[in-house]
């Protein structure tokens, strides 16, 4: 009679988690791995559906890491669904989670962190100091430790898909990086964690975002190809919907996160605001 056996499995401990992973990889298993910070919302599970397709070992983490967070009370308030994500990445029958502590990963005696040069003072990164070194240095913790052949990010947060790429072909990773789509609620916002946290008016009101940047969209088909109009229009069309609290608005190259001054093909368009406390990010390409 076969053992049933129940996933995922977890693991505390980054050592085991290590050793469980070299003795995979001995067997000739493909690892794929999805990082996450917890409170599994559709785009997530999205992720580990595409990485579920690949037919290797999934591992999925979980790790609330304190060294991304510039503001200790968004790290406080992070949504905390444990139970409810267990049992999401059961019923997708995933391998592995990883839920290490933070005293694990980072020890009173943590020295090191990654420091992104120029892809870090765009964007997000202009109000958000250090956050990007905090998430290349527990990517590259993570990896290291569950050493993966693949590993899949959303491309909801742009910048980081971006920098992460980057710090994978500057340090000789042997990783594939796959992206994930964005996934919406049906009001059009795109999924995150923080939604959870926006009362149902603002929840009503940040269905606006994502109309704001299809709207844009149209007007470049239609013919304006000028970033600061688009920009000026964008702007006027947030204020409208009582959305005024815009961190930043950007066209840019995908690449280089340069921004451009006229828009074209394959361009990007980020936009970060906050409604309420809750900050929210979402992207459009044209
Ligand atoms: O995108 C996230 O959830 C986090 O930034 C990540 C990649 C898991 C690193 O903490």
Redesign the pocket.
Known sequence: MSKKINLPKIIHDPNKMNLETVRQKNKKKKIVFI???GALHEGHLSLIKKGKKIKGLTIVSI?V?PI?FNDINDLKKYPNTLKKDIENLRQLKVDYLFLPNVEKIFPNNFETTVSINNLQKFLCGKNRPGHFNG?ST??LKLFNIISPNVAI?GKK?FQ?LTIVKKMVEDLNMNIKILEGSIIRESNGLAMSSRNKLLSPKNFHKASNIYKGLKYIKDEYKKGEKSSKKLIKKLEKYYIQSEIRNIDYIEIFDPLTLHSIKYVKKGAIIAIAVKIGAVRLIDNLKF
């Open positions: 990082p996450t910070m790790f890491n991304q998430v527990i990517v990010f947060d980081q």
